[in-house]
């Protein structure tokens, strides 16, 4: 049996949940699907930045205390060179700073909020677009059975790595680059300055840049290497300095997770979509610089719900719609890797 929609949403990020609000409110049929169990954990530093406390608190109102990790509020991004010099990116909300959350509670908060329907530990298997219609099919893994959808818009919300990118544009997809992300949680505790993130622009520490804050007590550490590197040595050499030189004391490993990205962002390679196929998120390339994605997730889930809202209403095309809407948040993407590289003195993700 197959249910129907006026729109469905793969992935239940920011991206997702923003889209997704726009078209309730709309009245239009959303469904949010999820391969993962929600709250899923999500490998982020988890600040929400003035544009992001902005669109949150129009759209869905004050975060809630229990997506909140200690400390509450970060006072700025710490951004260290080589040399062991350091200069500090304050946040400006009147001095206070800003939230520092769990992406899992974070983000499952959003999805609650968006007044779509959810269904999570549902896996996309495929899907066929055939004239105004997307057909979806999909494998629930709780019941281990296959559920068919169909929608007029599909909107993928899967971040980096998107299958539906993928069939839509296998030349695209050949044509990029990877790199893998890898980020250590321990118990302990070290001299950083807790109230901050940090960032090491140090090449000896891996491709990007290496970085480390404090969740709840927790050493929380990682860095970024270009695929098909060896990351242990890089990680390694990087705890060994945090030890040395800033009294990092390790106890017992909470956990460990890593993630892939690609060369989409710093280089500008936006992929918005095919015919009423959207991407938003970092699945059409809004990523910026040093990784910080929620703002320019939520901004593009704000432009692909009202490009999609638009056609609806006057049977305009919501991909050239969705095209327009993004122009600025694309340039702001693109400012912000070239200011990234210009203040590393480096190319950020030399793929």
């Not at 769990?102 to 996309?124: C, K, M, Q, Y």
């Not at 001299?191 to 007590?217: C, E, R």
């Not at 970024?224 to 800033?246: N, S, V």
């Not at 959207?278 to 490009?307: K, P, Y």
Request: proline share 3%; net charge positive.
């Amino acid at each position: 049996m197959q249910e129907n929609y006026d729109v469905i949403i793969v992935g239940s990020g920011p991206s997702g949940a923003m889209t997704a609000r726009m078209l309730v409110e709309s009245g239009l049929k959303v469904l949010i699907i999820e391969k993962k169990r929600l709250p899923r954990y999500k490998i982020c530093s988890g600040i929400i930045f003035r544009k992001s406390q902005d669109i949150t608190d129009k759209y869905f109102g004050e975060i809630p205390k229990s997506a909140y990790v200690k400390p509450e509020l970060l006072q700025g991004v710490r951004m260290w060179d080589c040399k062991g010099g350091y200069r500090d990116m304050p946040f400006s909300k009147g001095g206070i700073g800003a939230p520092n959350v769990w992406r899992s509670e974070f983000d499952h908060w959003l999805v609650r909020g968006s007044g779509a329907g959810v269904r999570d530990l549902l896996t996309l298997v495929d899907f066929d677009v055939k004239g105004d219609t997307v057909s979806l099919t999909c494998r629930d893994m709780r019941k281990k059975v296959e559920v068919c959808f169909s929608a007029k818009y599909l909107v993928s919300a899967e971040g980096g790595k998107s299958m539906i990118r993928a069939k839509l544009d296998p030349e695209f997809e050949s044509g990029l680059r990877w790199f893998v992300a890898y980020q250590n949680y321990y118990e302990g505790d070290s001299d950083l300055d807790p109230n901050f993130y940090h960032g090491f622009l140090d090449p000896q520490f891996g491709d990007v840049y290496a970085w480390f804050s404090v969740k709840d007590g927790l050493q929380i550490f990682g860095t970024a290497l270009k695929r098909g590197g060896m990351i242990a040595p890089y990680l390694l050499k990087y705890t060994e300095f945090l030890q040395d030189k800033f009294g990092l004391k390790l106890k017992q490993m909470v956990r460990k997770s890593g993630c892939v990205g690609n060369n989409m962002c710093p280089e500008g390679k936006f992929y918005l979509g095919k015919g009423n196929v959207l991407l938003v998120g970092e699945a059409g390339g809004f990523l910026n610089a040093f990784g910080e994605g929620i703002s320019c997730a939520l901004t593009s889930g704000l432009c692909a719900g009202e490009a999609i809202i638009k056609a609806f209403d006057s049977g305009g095309n919501a991909l050239s719609l969705y095209t327009n809407l993004t122009k600025h948040e694309r340039r702001v993407t693109e400012v912000s890797w070239r200011l990234g590289a210009k203040m590393a003195g480096r190319d950020l993700m030399p793929l």
